[in-house]
């Protein structure tokens, strides 16, 4: 049981696991291009939702997103089932494989052995593409992996069926229908709008650029309010979601700048290329306060005076994001 | 980020099993793809984040040996579990699992609940009661 399979390694597992997929069914989007379509970026700083006590801060859209929006857009139907037995979600698998169709589904990091160690925390929101089955193990297309890999059967049970927040249940998906032509052009200005107009007009202090004008204003206070240890944790906390697996440490901003990039060759567009630059610049910015950050971290000592450099940073990357999504808000909204 | 400055730092936690994807620019201002082998910041923060972890399993690992906490509370730790996780995991409620923490409650515990628990933490039965081999530190 083993298709022909070419696996592409990405940053981000969702628009990853579109890429491949979708390269398997004869469309050729490239990770950004998934990532773009699907309106995959976003800012959002919820102080009163946590995770181990630590507010969850993100620089993406919530999980399965940028595959709904993704699909949609480009008009392929996508079956997707849910399991409440182990055992059906697994012959249900090998039916599918029996068939010669790669089929995607939702995981926990934790159970995923072939992962280096330091990684494996009960993040189970990871997608994954399952792809043949060899000698009783499943062959793996992990799209943050440089290439394909395999998993025991009980292993790959319990990723599919990890508890916590929030349970996979087993998902898995497939494309059932796939359009010959589709509206691409429409597709990236619909996906360039919806999160532009996220960025800048949700009428709530928390989310978009401004999302990250509010963090900043708390972060200026991690120090006496948390005391030292805890504010490092925050912060340590910070870099690792800016970092999520691959997206260079600008959480997100540099694949979302590519997509800019790429769709201005695509649809000779210059202005696009322009927003893309400074989507890189914004990034860069980013990037340095993950590094101060870290350089924070690794001395472990937190004072007011570099708390408020910190804020200071990121409220010029707010700024900036402002700025950048309105110019790519009003270049999409007429399309 | 340009192409040249895709961090390769050689200390990091990925084992020689991962190189990541990063997406950095070249000389125009265009995207092309580059491996990272690993970058200090989230080095760093990923150790520190590792070091609450591993303190509250060797508090949990000395609690359990001077009696005052059960194996539930050091695999729970070793585990990267809570109460909640643990319990839909055994099929019970969070406060149930907290009890079981206690070695009074953890002694009067069925074979059945034991086997639930010790499949939660992918042991045997002998090695989740076997309190003998949390002695040694680092035990599985």
């Known amino acids: 049981m083993q298709v022909n399979f070419t696996h592409k390694q990405s940053a981000h597992c969702e628009s990853g696991v579109i890429s491949n997929l979708m390269r398997f069914h004869g469309l050729d989007f490239d990770e950004p291009m998934a990532f773009g379509i699907g309106s995959g970026l976003f800012f959002s700083y919820m102080p009163f939702v946590k995770l181990n006590g630590i507010p969850v801060a993100t620089y993406r859209i919530w999980p399965g997103h940028i595959f709904k929006k993704f699909s949609n857009r480009i008009g392929i139907k996508i079956e997707s089932k849910k399991f409440s037995s182990t055992t059906t979600a697994m012959t249900e698998l090998d039916k599918m494989l029996d068939k010669g169709q790669p089929v995607g589904m939702l995981t926990s990091v934790f159970y995923l052995d072939y992962l280096p160690a330091a990684y494996r925390f009960h993040f189970n929101a990871h997608n994954i593409i399952v792809f043949g089955k060899e000698n009783g193990r499943y062959l793996v297309s992990d799209p943050v992996m440089e290439t394909t890999t ?151 000592t937190s004072d007011t005076k570099t708390f408020s450099e910190l804020a200071d940073m990121l409220e010029a990357v707010s700024h900036r994001e402002q700025k950048t999504f309105e110019q790519l808000y009003q270049v999409s909204k007429s399309k | 980020m340009k192409e040249d400055q895709v961090p390769q730092d050689k200390e990091n936690l990925n084992e020689g099993k991962l190189a990541k994807l990063y997406y950095a620019t070249d000389e125009s201002g265009h995207y092309k793809k580059v491996n990272s082998v690993g970058w200090e910041p989230e080095t760093v923060a990923m150790q520190q984040a590792w070091d609450v972890v591993n303190n509250e399993v060797e508090d949990a690992r000395l609690m359990v040996i001077e009696g005052k906490a059960s194996p539930v509370l050091y695999y729970l730790k070793k585990n990267i579990m809570d109460f909640s996780m643990v319990a839909s995991y055994v099929g019970t409620m969070s406060f149930v699992v907290r009890l079981h923490t206690k070695p009074f409650f953890f002694n009067k515990l069925s074979k059945k609940t034991l086997e639930k628990y010790a499949y939660t933490f992918r042991i045997s039965v002998e090695e989740f009661t076997d309190i003998e081999r949390l002695k040694q530190k680092h035990a599985g």
Not at chain 1, 226 to 250: C, S, Y
Not at chain 1, 268 to 294: H, P, V, W
């Open chain 1, 150 to 300: 395999d998993i025991a059967y009980e292993d790959l049970v319990r990723a599919r069926f990890a508890k916590g927040m929030p349970e996979p249940s087993g998902r898995m998906y497939y494309p059932i229908q796939i359009p010959g032509e589709f509206p691409l052009e429409k597709a990236i200005w619909t996906g360039i709008k919806e999160t532009s107009d996220r960025m800048t007009r949700i009428p709530i202090p928390l989310f978009g650029a401004k999302g990250m004008t509010y963090l900043s204003k708390r972060l200026r206070h991690w120090p006496e309010r948390l005391g030292n240890r805890k504010a490092i944790l925050w912060l340590g906390h910070l870099i690792r979601m800016q970092e999520e697996i691959g997206t260079g440490g600008a959480g997100f901003r540099f694949l979302y700048a590519a997509f800019l990039d790429q769709s201005s060759t695509l649809l000779k567009n210059n202005e696009m290329f322009d927003i893309s630059k400074q989507m890189t610049a914004n990034g860069d910015l980013l990037r340095d306060f993950a590094y101060y950050a870290g350089r924070v971290c690794k001395n472990r």
